[in-house]
């Protein structure tokens, strides 16, 4: 079985950086796709960001295409998440999810691991 932890999150300014982590545990998370989603206060959780077992295939959401980057080390049993250009609109809890297989799903039901989240507080 798969459990994950986040890391990194934080107090960033506006047009800032932060770069979360995923650290996972088993040795199938090569075999997982992983995903972040995030959840604002009395908002619902949104997708942010997919990539395949491999590294190969990778989805965004249109709010953060060109400012966030997701990437994974299957040697290290991490995945990333790098964020540019922040905004106050990015302010949210933060979660890294996973699944097994090979589909990339962007829909939060569709993935059964999930970490305790990290918050990421953007001033402006």
């Known amino acids: 079985q798969v459990q994950l932890v986040e890391s990194g999150g934080g107090l960033a300014q506006a047009g800032g950086s932060l770069r979360l982590a995923c650290a996972a545990s088993?040795?199938?998370?090569?075999?997982?796709?992983m995903a972040w989603f995030r959840q604002a206060p009395g908002k619902e959780r949104e997708f942010v960001a997919a990539i395949s077992w491999g590294g190969s295939s990778t989805l965004y959401a249109d709010y953060v295409k060109g400012r966030f980057t997701i990437s994974r080390d299957n040697a290290k049993n991490t995945g990333y998440l790098q964020m540019n250009s922040l905004t106050p609109e990015d302010t949210a809890v933060y979660y890294c999810?996973?699944?097994?297989?090979?589909?990339?799903?962007?829909?939060?039901?569709?993935?059964?691991?999930w970490g305790q989240g990290t918050q990421v507080t953007v001033s402006s």
């Open positions: 088993g040795r199938t998370f090569s075999t997982y796709t």
């Open positions: 999810a996973a699944r097994p297989g090979g589909v990339v799903p962007t829909t939060a039901s569709q993935y059964d691991k």
